[in-house]
């Protein structure tokens, strides 16, 4: 069993960045394939962007390329989403998770889920 806290969010303006991190309760991370999706009111939730077990492979949904980077560091292989640029359009509650078996953009894919962390961005 995997638990992820996820923190990071907040109130910002459009053009802001944010770094959002997802951290373990426990063990840590770097056996898994992990991923970052988002979900605002009314909407399904959508992928962000994954990163695989040993960082050789990243992707990005095409509305945040380019400005939104994911990454692993030391510690525990906390899991990093870093968002610059932000747009009106990213707000919504970010969740971290996580799999094994392969990286994954579909959140029905994903085996582990943390509880989310708002980002809201004021135009």
């Known amino acids: 069993q995997v638990q992820l806290v996820e923190s990071g969010g907040g109130l910002v303006q459009a053009g802001d960045s944010l770094r959002l991190s997802c951290a373990p309760s426990?063990?840590?991370?770097?056996?898994?394939?992990m991923g970052w999706f988002r979900q605002s009111p009314g909407k399904e939730r959508e992928f962000v962007a994954v990163?695989?077990?040993?960082?050789?492979?990243?992707s990005y949904a095409d509305s945040v390329k380019g400005r939104f980077n994911i990454s692993r560091g030391n510690v525990k292989n906390t899991v990093y989403l870093q968002m610059n640029s932000l747009k009106p359009e990213d707000m919504g509650v970010y969740y971290c998770?996580?799999?094994?078996?392969?990286?994954?953009?579909?959140?029905?894919?994903?085996?582990?889920w943390g509880k989310g962390t708002l980002v809201t961005v004021s135009s």
């Open positions: 426990g063990r840590t991370l770097s056996n898994y394939d």
């Open positions: 998770a996580a799999r094994t078996g392969g990286p994954s953009t579909s959140a029905s894919a994903m085996h582990y």
């Open positions: 990163i695989s077990w040993n960082s050789a492979i990243t």
